[in-house]
């Protein structure tokens, strides 16, 4: 979610409450019926920045424990048909299936789910050779389940995700309206400055925290080859200049959700060395120098271990 966006949410709350606060100002029919115009608004923005902010990662998860299922189901077929392929002469097809569950190793759950299906084909073609190999049609039908698992976990995360797309659009439609409440407000205070000249200070002094608009670094994890996001990445974050107890002062520790993506708040200027660990990857590893109040963006990329 952008600051810009949470800033604003969060000082048009400041000048809700600032309006329900004043009997003065409520004490005004046409400043009572904009409160509580602002209140709906305030209310709806504040439900969907949340559910926003969830960034649930069920779906994800479950994409990624079912490309893993997927592989771990692929792969001996894959090696037997290509076994099978390789004996009948046929050099070329057996290097494209070792091709393709190489790259099922290294990629995304598309390329996966694409490769999974490619070898459940060729295997059906060759069923009959599988046996040879202690493999056989009840293996191709359990490899079937685990791709019809990964496309509907896809299907899932693609119905959550447009979810959030909805939510998305009908906050930037909240925002607007709330802005065109905000310029009344501002109108109205203007028209009691003479009057209560208190309220008309205080009230600004709420207007002007508009400007406080945080400014958060960000490290995104990133696959070396395909560029994607990389979910459940523990990324740790280490001063290179403070120690503790004889060891680089750890600031933060935390893991990657869908987008890859983890926020570093509240860090003091200096330069930090960022270590970004998976169990199927190698690690990645970079620097976040931060200087003064500008944000910045470490890009990390991991790259996905070859267990054959």
Avoid at 133 to 139: D, M, S
Avoid at 231 to 246: F, I, Q
Avoid at 264 to 272: F, G, L, P, Q
Avoid at 273 to 280: E, G, T
Wanted: glycine content about 6%; some cysteine; charged content about 30%.
């Amino acid at each position: 979610m952008k600051a810009s966006v949470i800033a604003f949410v969060k000082n048009f709350s400041a000048v809700t409450k600032f309006f329900t606060g004043s009997e003065k100002i409520q004490s005004y029919p046409v400043a009572k019926t904009l409160t509580s115009v602002m209140e709906g608004y305030e209310s709806e923005m504040t439900e969907i920045l949340t559910d926003l902010e969830k960034d649930d990662q069920t779906y994800a998860n479950r994409i990624a424990a079912s490309a893993s299922n997927v592989t771990r189901v692929a792969y001996p077929l894959a090696k037997a048909v290509e076994d099978i392929v390789l004996n009948s002469g046929d050099t070329v097809s057996s290097k494209k299936i070792h091709f393709t569950y190489t790259q099922m190793m290294s990629k995304g759950s598309g390329t996966v789910l694409a490769g999974a299906q490619e070898i459940l084909e060729q295997s059906s073609k060759y069923v009959s050779n599988l046996a040879g190999y202690k493999r056989g049609q009840e293996n191709i039908d359990e490899l079937k389940e685990a791709i019809d698992q990964l496309i509907k976990d896809k299907k899932d995360l693609t119905t959550y995700n447009e979810g959030r797309q909805k939510k998305a659009d009908r906050l930037d439609v909240v925002i607007g309206l709330a802005k065109k409440c905000v310029e009344r407000a501002d109108l109205f205070v203007e028209t009691i400055r003479i009057d209560y000249p208190n309220i008309h200070k205080g009230y600004q002094d709420v207007r002007k925290s508009k400007e406080e608009v945080p400014r958060l670094s960000m490290i995104k994890i990133m696959d070396s080859v395909t560029k994607e996001p990389v979910l459940e990445a523990t990324v740790s974050v280490y001063s290179t200049t403070r120690m503790v107890n004889g060891q680089p002062l750890k600031i933060m520790e935390r893991k990657t959700g869908v987008n890859g993506l983890i926020r570093v708040d509240k860090a003091d200027y200096d330069v930090y060395r960022v270590v970004a660990k998976k169990v199927d990857r190698n690690d990645g590893e970079g620097m976040l120098i931060i200087a003064d109040s500008r944000p910045v963006v470490v890009e990390i990329t991991m790259q996905k271990r070859d267990f054959n």
